[in-house]
């Protein structure tokens, strides 16, 4: 059986004219290492969905697993307040899914986006599908169309 958050990412994927290419596995994938790894790809293209709490309000920054998010950097760029990493009961109110499961999309609400320009050196990426389990396929053309996001340097 499905869990949920996975169909809502599956649903979401549909919904955006894009294909379904979930994939669930055996054992969890929940960081991006472990992903790479079963994947057989490098781990600069596993898309790590992070979200991050900007006053008050939920942030999502798809970054590549290969680097460390400066929240500084991104918070100048975007002429904002302090960003701060959220907690794991914040980015389930937000998300619908767990730390280490979320997805780029598949949410109850849109949430702003924001797109690492290094992911573009990828042809194809990999990103969480809602759970520790599942990983969905895409290119950085279709995910910056999907999520909306605002293209940014992240590190």
Known sequence: MIPDPVLNVKSALTAAGVADTVQ???????????????????????????????????????ASGAARVDTALVADQLGSGKIRRATPDFVLEHTGQQVGGVAPVGHPEKLRTILDTSLQEHPLLWAGAGDHNSMFSISYEELARITAAEPLQVR
């Open 24 to 62: 669930v596995f055996e054992d969890e994938v929940p960081t991006a290492a472990a992903a790479a790894s079963v994947l057989g790809c490098g781990v600069a293209a596993i898309t790590n969905s992070l979200i991050f709490e900007l006053d008050g309000s939920p942030l999502l920054i798809l």
